[in-house]
């Protein structure tokens, strides 16, 4: 299994244990690929997972840039026009590091804004 599916599975079970509804894993149209789609609460989580091995270059999460960002908030955009009333939404981080094989994760809630 590759390291970003051993990380994607990890955050799944954790995001669970923080509560999280989990709706879609690998939600994927023609701009690109959501990660995670949770419930929490009333609330639609749309959830970047970044897994590493090393902080050599940095932290898991960095690697979420504005072009990135970006690019998520258009799937997400698709992705919302399925519903009749928009719902309530944010965008969360979940970084996940393995630190000799053993996973570690931070969860940033509501890591950037959509302008």
């Known amino acids: ?3 970003g599916q051993k990380g994607e599975e990890f955050a799944v079970k954790f995001l669970l244990t ?4 989990i709706i879609e894993k690998n ?6 690929e959501i990660d995670i789609i949770a419930g929490d609460g009333s609330v639609l989580v749309f959830v970047e997972v970044k897994t590493r091995e090393s902080i050599q270059y940095g932290h898991p999460f960095e690697a979420v840039n504005r072009r990135k960002r970006k690019k998520i908030a258009n799937v997400a955009l698709i992705y919302l026009k399925k519903f009749d009333q928009l719902p309530q939404c944010r965008f969360d981080i979940v970084s996940v590091y393995y630190d000799n094989g053993v996973p570690d994760c931070e969860l940033i809630r509501d890591a950037f804004e959509v302008s």
């Open 1 to 3: 299994m590759r390291l």
């Open 27 to 32: 939600y994927k149209n023609a701009i690109g």
């Open 18 to 21: 923080q509560g999280y509804r």
